[in-house]
């Protein structure tokens, strides 16, 4: 797996690690469990939508509103009752969701939210945590 070089992250304004890997199809993600504390990993698959329509698109975990093209599908393998399947998330297809809520990153969101920074992070914890949870990785 390769790894960002860890020395150049900020980590004080990071609720995960995420990247891409440099092939562009698979994310990979590290988190604190809410639950005990350990790290825990996740890799993905990312699909990269290709409309050619102008929109506009909606990340699922913070919320930011992109132009088109600005949002990924990422699945995570899970299995249940012996069966594999996939669940899928709509998400700023870079990871940099942290950033994006604490507008460290541009452009800036298409829907200005009036909601307090803290609100938005918890709310984007919640989001990633339960989606953690429903693949059975936290």
């Not at 909606?58 to 594999?84: Q, Y």
């Not at 709509?90 to 990153?105: A, G, H, P, Y």
């Not at 984007?124 to 989606?131: C, F, V």
Request: contains cysteine.
């Amino acid at each position: 797996m390769p790894l960002p070089d860890l020395g150049t992250i900020d980590w004080d304004v990071l609720d995960y690690l995420g990247w891409i890997h440099p092939d562009g199809h698979i994310g990979y993600l590290v988190v604190i469990s809410p639950t005990d504390g350990s790290v825990k990993g996740v890799s993905m698959r990312r699909s990269r939508f290709t409309s050619g329509k102008r929109g506009f698109e909606m990340c699922s975990l913070c919320h930011h509103v992109h132009s088109a093209n600005g949002t990924a599908m990422f699945t995570i393998a899970a299995r249940k009752n012996g069966h594999r399947h996939y669940i899928g998330n709509v998400v700023c297809k870079d990871l940099d969701c942290s950033l994006r809520l604490r507008n460290l990153v541009n452009p800036p969101s298409y829907l200005n939210e009036t909601l307090y920074p803290e609100a938005k992070i918890w709310r984007m914890q919640l989001a990633l945590h339960k989606w953690l949870r429903s693949a059975d990785r936290l």
